[in-house]
């Protein structure tokens, strides 16, 4: 019956339809996480103090945590507190420093996470330390399996 095997094929189209798209989901969801991992990663070299760095919208100097610096203005830093206040441009920008003409329009700043040449984080980013193995003492037990003290066996052939 060609009814019957067209609703098939139909069926056939769908399922591969959704296999593509569930594919296409996977991929971005991977690239979405692979991207947050590498802002966390790039974040803990960028958060400590700035010397000499001062935040045009608070003031405050120097920069303690994140520095924020505008790709659209030519010298335009502005500290973590500041960045939340901006809110990707939703909120407001303070020009609480008044020693240059920046727009307090929010939408005019492009900001992101910036470091000097020479910076030094506060975040160590090493991992865990690994314990060295315990040292053999000569009245342990010999590691051989013999059932001698070391000092009897394998530590006399060293």
Not at 28 to 38: G, H, I
Request: hydrophobic letters at 30%; glycine letters at 8%; aromatic letters at 6%.
């Amino acid at each position: 019956d060609p009814a019957i095997s067209t609703a098939m094929e139909d069926a056939t189209g769908a399922d591969a339809a959704k296999a593509a798209k569930r594919k296409e989901i996977e991929e971005k969801v991977a690239a979405a996480q692979l991207e947050r991992k590498k802002l966390e990663e790039q974040k803990t070299n960028f958060f400590g103090e700035h010397q000499g760095i001062t935040c045009d919208g608070c003031g405050c100097v120097p920069i303690i945590g994140y520095r924020y610096r505008c790709k659209k203005c030519p010298n335009h830093d502005i500290c973590e507190t500041c960045h939340e206040r901006w809110d990707f441009g939703n909120g407001s920008m303070a020009n609480g420093l008044a020693k240059q003409t920046i727009s307090s329009d929010a939408k005019d700043h492009d900001f992101f996470v910036h470091k000097e040449r020479g910076f030094k984080p506060l975040v160590k980013t090493q991992g865990p330390t690994k314990k060295a193995a315990p040292k053999l003492k000569p009245n342990d037990p010999c590691s051989c399996g013999s059932g001698k003290k070391l000092k009897k066996c394998c530590a006399t052939a060293a």
